[in-house]
């Protein structure tokens, strides 16, 4: 079975796992857990980062290698158009998703985050102590701002990441005014990059990820809820619903055996 090394909540990896549900290939999540420790990862792929996908003795990093391979090997229900000029245009349609949407629905989720008291509450587990739930509720957005800063996610990189999206977000609503997916009647590899990539400034409703509860369904205000856009979030549902498939179980990268141990991820 094909392996995923992956984080949940990693919107390059909900493009692979879109992909491969599209396909109807069985995988296994392999969770990696963000922080120190890489070295076993870097041993697996020659790299730190997730989505990596083993798949027997292949090991493919890089979600846009990844897409390429199992269109590659797993040719059923194809992903990339068999016209060269609308093959060049999905490519550089997922180019842009990974560069444009994937970098700046990061920054507008941060800026959601510490803009928005309710968004970072939603952010905890089910499990947090009110206590604590009252306390990250509470922190002023002064500090959260400095904190921002110092990371490179400052009011003005988040301000400039909202003009981005709000661009890209008109320019799909656009794409999508007559056509049911982004480069025709078909779906593509660039529909499946832009529906993943999208994670962070709306979360899909429904079991699709380990998320908290009251995390399901929100997105950045403005963004997510503006009616402007709500031919892109209804075309975005449809892909969920069509194609994603709900409950498949996560494993930690813990059992020994084939895949390395302990795994940990920046």
Not at 1 to 19: A, D, G, P, T, V
Not at 121 to 140: G, I, M, Y
Not at 196 to 216: I, Q
Request: hydrophobic share 40%; net charge negative.
């Amino acid at each position: 079975m094909l392996e995923l090394y992956q984080f949940e909540l990693s919107h390059y990896c909900e493009k692979i796992r879109l992909i491969l549900d599209y396909k109807g290939l069985p995988y296994r999540k392999i969770e990696v857990t963000p922080g120190i420790g890489q070295f076993d990862l870097y041993r697996l792929s020659g790299q730190r980062q997730v989505p990596v996908l083993k798949d027997g003795t292949e090991v493919i990093a890089d979600s846009t290698m990844i897409a390429k391979y199992l269109e590659q090997r797993y040719p059923e229900r194809p992903i990339l158009p068999t016209d060269p000029k609308q093959r060049a245009l999905c490519f550089l349609m997922e180019e842009w998703a990974d560069e444009s949407i994937g970098l700046n629905a990061r920054k507008v989720m941060i800026g959601a985050f510490s803009q928005n008291p309710s968004f970072r509450k939603a952010l905890l587990p089910a499990s947090t102590p009110d206590f604590l739930r009252n306390l990250v509720e509470a922190v002023p957005r002064e500090a959260l701002d400095v904190l921002g800063l110092g990371a490179g996610f400052g009011p003005d990189a988040v301000k400039s990441a909202r003009r981005a999206m709000e661009q890209n977000l008109e320019s799909l609503c656009g794409l999508l005014q007559d056509s049911s997916y982004l480069l025709g009647d078909e779906p593509s590899l660039a529909d499946f990059a832009v529906a993943g990539l999208t994670m962070y400034v709306k979360f899909p409703a429904g079991g699709y990820l380990s998320l908290p509860e009251d995390l399901k369904g929100l997105g950045v205000p403005g963004l997510a809820d503006n009616p402007a856009y709500a031919l892109f979030w209804a075309w975005r549902d449809r892909i969920y619903t069509t194609f994603r498939k709900v409950g498949i179980p996560t494993e930690p990268a813990s059992t020994p055996g084939s895949r390395p141990t302990s795994i940990n991820i920046e």
